[in-house]
């Protein structure tokens, strides 16, 4: 491992460290991201605000610095500005139309093959999607940015580019859905379809997610899930034929592989092992905490049964990144002590062990997110 990696390992660290600055306890739980500080008016919530908000803003300066300035970083950079070519020449190419529109426009502003502007603007708005969802819904904000860097979820949106924007609008909208402000999480989705058409899965599966949790499950819930299972274990050419249509050109390509994510299965029943212990304190009555468990079940599910779908964390990741907010959520309401503790060291040093496997693999050709370039050095 080179120099290089220290760009990460220290970004994650300095954000994390910010993001300590940030007390968002009182504001995030009494309705998902609305202002309602129990001392609104108050010089000490004028302080918290104003500390929040300078904390906030130097984490995503520091997130989008690092994201905007990158050259040759990816393994899809150089895809991406032959792409960004013909889409300046009117010519074909499989992303979406907003995506491509953009593109476009910001060629016409720049002159043509300026790239740099392009991966610019982009990370500023996936950087801004994913700091303002951990604003909204991260109670714990340090513990929720800790666990995004080290999931790897900002580090790999610096490869495909339009999936994770695509990710990042997802992660915001969830805070519509608990609020029960279904028109605005619709209308968000349907913005991120503009950029990938795989953001079209989250309407019916959060809505699902945000239904189970709120509603008492009888023996008919169990029922419609067992028949789920049933479709994706018999009804894999069904599947199949429906995701081809959508993108045709992962039909028998290197993608379209049939492996199991198993680090990302054991992620998962990890936290489904985790959410058991808590379940009385945490979850039992916290509709909130109930959504996203919901979501990493889904996610368990498809990972273990969905291996017949081309790039399978593609979906996955729609539903699996709600555990930042599972997490530090349920740990909080743990009651205070030994098992406490050991909960919060375990999923810390967990996330830790599996960012450093993270960072080895980013050397690999197929990921190329090491070593780290920038315009601006190098």
């Known amino acids: 491992m080179e120099r290089s990696a220290l760009v990460y390992v220290g970004l994650t660290i300095v954000t994390a460290a910010l993001g300590l600055c940030v007390d968002n306890v009182e504001y995030v739980p009494a309705r998902v991201g609305k202002e309602t500080y129990w001392e609104k008016g108050s010089i000490l919530c004028e302080r918290r605000l104003a500390r929040n908000r300078i904390a906030i803003f130097a984490v995503y300066c520091l997130l989008t610095g690092v994201s905007a300035c990158r050259i040759a970083v990816g393994n899809d950079y150089w895809v991406y500005r032959f792409n960004f070519n013909l889409i300046a020449q009117s010519r074909h190419v499989s992303s979406e139309f907003g995506f491509n529109y ?57 490869n495909s580019v339009r999936y994770y924007l695509a990710l990042a609008i997802a992660l915001y909208a969830m805070k519509y859905v608990l609020r029960g402000e279904y028109g605005k999480f619709v209308f968000w989705i349907l913005l991120g379809v503009l950029f990938h058409k795989s953001i079209l899965l989250v309407i019916p599966v ?48 290197a993608f379209d592989n049939g492996q199991l994510s198993y680090a990302n299965i054991l992620k998962c029943i990890c936290v489904l092992g985790l959410c058991v212990i808590c379940y009385r304190r945490s979850l039992r009555e916290d509709v ?21 779908i ?69």
């Open 288 to 308: 909130q905490n109930r959504f996203y468990f919901f979501l990493n079940l889904f996610g368990l599910v498809v990972y273990c049964c969905g291996s017949f």
């Open 206 to 253: 959060y809505l699902a997610a945000r239904y189970l949790a709120a509603a008492p499950l009888k023996k008919w819930h169990y029922t419609v899930g067992g028949i789920f299972l049933c479709t994706l274990i018999f009804g894999q050419n069904l599947y199949r034929a429906v995701i081809f249509w959508f993108y045709p050109y992962y039909r028998d390509s």
């Open 102 to 158: 953009i593109v476009k426009w910001i060629q016409l502003l720049f002159g043509y093959d300026e790239y740099l502007p392009v991966f610019a603007f982009f990370s500023l708005i996936t950087v801004f999607f994913f700091v303002k969802a951990l604003s909204d819904q991260g109670s714990r904000f340090a513990f929720s940015l800790y666990l995004l860097m080290t999931g790897g979820y900002y580090f790999n949106s610096l």
């Open 310 to 378: 081309p790039e399978v964390s593609r979906i996955g990741y729609y539903l699996i990144i709600s555990q930042i907010f599972l997490l530090p959520g349920i740990l909080a309401q743990m009651k205070a002590g030994w098992l406490r503790r050991i909960c919060h060291v375990g999923v810390i040093g967990a996330f830790g062990v599996y960012f450093v496997f993270l960072l080895r693999e980013m050397y690999a050709v197929d990921v190329r997110l090491l070593p780290y370039l920038n315009w601006i050095f190098d």
